[in-house]
């Protein structure tokens, strides 16, 4: 299913008119198996934000059993449940495509059970060890102790050049990144481990998280980051108002929710030495 992402006027009172000669695909994978989390929102996202900077953009979904396309310049990958999951990387596997987009250097997103099944291997209620895509150098394995829920802020790599990345987490799998580098440091929540204090991974051409929320919608400037790693792709400016001034009033908006969340925490754990 293909059409055109128009975005609405009340999303920006000046809209750019759309480049014709300039389009970016986007192909949005198996989001009747992982869509659990709203997760399908952020290839939704991405279009908005493309026609936002006056580039025309062509999404595509693809549902389980259908042919990858070999031609995206970005794939989006959501979370899901274990049976969904493990359904997702088999078709993945026969099918190819999403290995061919990744050598040939297309953009992936891929949250949670997304970011797993790109890994070496990842664990589900019925197998400790499945085989992954084996395109990102991660291993997941089943959680110890507790699941993982609750909100996430990560600060995010100096090259992405955004704010703070807000968004929450529910997970049992505990993700170690064998090498390479996380999407940032975690300020709050968990992330890819208990102790490991990162969160997702991050390359030139996949970015991957365990944020859901979805990660887009909370952090547009990821997603002005993602699009502008599009060869080709040129964004002009986002109406009236800059970047540069978004991403200060989000970051500063975002450590002010960083310091209730840490203030809500320590109270909460005074209630508990209290016996309350």
Request: with cysteine; charged share 20%.
């Amino acid at each position: 299913m293909r059409f055109e992402v128009e975005a609405s006027r009340n999303w920006l009172e000046k809209p750019h008119q759309a480049d014709a000669t300039s389009k970016i695909k986007i192909a949005l994978l198996y989001p009747d198996l992982l869509g659990t989390y709203g997760d399908s929102g952020n290839a939704q996202i991405l279009a908005v934000r493309a026609r936002m900077r006056g580039v025309g953009c062509e999404l595509t979904t693809v549902n389980g059993g259908q042919a990858i396309p070999d031609d995206a310049d970005i794939y989006v990958l959501g979370g899901g449940e274990d049976g969904p999951q493990q359904a997702a990387v088999e078709m993945a596997r026969r099918d190819g495509g999403i290995a061919r987009a990744f050598e040939r250097g297309a953009q992936i997103l891929a949250i949670c059970a997304g970011f797993q099944i790109l890994g070496e291997s990842f664990a589900t209620a019925a197998c400790a060890s499945s085989a992954g895509l084996g395109l990102v150098p991660v291993v997941t394995r089943r959680g110890q102790s507790r699941r993982c829920v609750g909100e996430l802020l990560v600060d995010p790599d100096p090259a992405l050049a955004v704010p703070l990345v807000s968004c929450y987490e529910n997970h049992g799998g505990q993700s170690e990144l064998l090498e390479g580098r996380p999407l940032g440091k975690v300020l709050v929540g968990v992330g890819n481990r208990y102790h490991g204090g990162v969160d997702g991974y991050l390359s030139d051409n996949v970015v991957a998280s365990y944020g859901h929320g979805p990660l887009l919608a909370r952090n547009p400037a990821l997603a002005d980051f993602i699009l502008a790693r599009v060869p080709g792709a040129v964004l002009g400016p986002l109406g009236n108002q800059g970047v540069a001034e978004e991403i200060a009033a989000m970051r500063s908006e975002r450590i002010a929710a960083a310091r209730k969340i840490a203030r809500a925490a320590r109270f909460s754990s005074l209630l508990s030495r209290l016996g309350h």
